[in-house]
């Protein structure tokens, strides 16, 4: 959660999923929404509103919709900074991405 910081994005989940898209770089919705905590309809909901906005884009790889930060945003190198100061104040999510599983596993290895 970001403790004692406003939500400069509209609200505090918009706020916390453009967080998690600059620490991880490219996710997708489900994902976002184990990360956060949050359920699947709020981030669908807010992924909306963020590319309405031209701060997210998004492509399909298969089924799956991958979401990053829009490299063409005008402000795009800002953006990116002031996201690394909400990332500092928010050490658990910080935590939480980097020890997120990001490749497959091995097919037959047990749990």
């Known amino acids: 959660m970001l403790v004692g910081i406003s939500s400069p994005f509209g609200s505090r989940t918009r706020t916390r999923i453009l967080v998690a898209l600059h620490l991880l770089e490219e996710s997708h919705p489900r994902e976002l929404a184990r990360l956060l905590g949050c359920h699947l309809n709020s981030v669908q909901s807010a992924l909306r509103g963020l590319e309405r906005d031209g701060l997210v884009a998004t492509r399909s790889a298969g089924r799956t919709r991958l979401v990053t930060l829009d490299p063409r945003y005008f402000a795009a190198r800002e953006l990116a900074r002031y996201l690394a100061r909400l990332?500092?104040?928010?050490?658990?999510?910080?935590?939480?991405?980097t020890a997120l599983r990001r490749r497959p596993r091995r097919a037959g290895k047990p749990l």
């Open 87 to 97: 990332a500092e104040a928010e050490g658990a999510l910080s935590a939480s991405a």
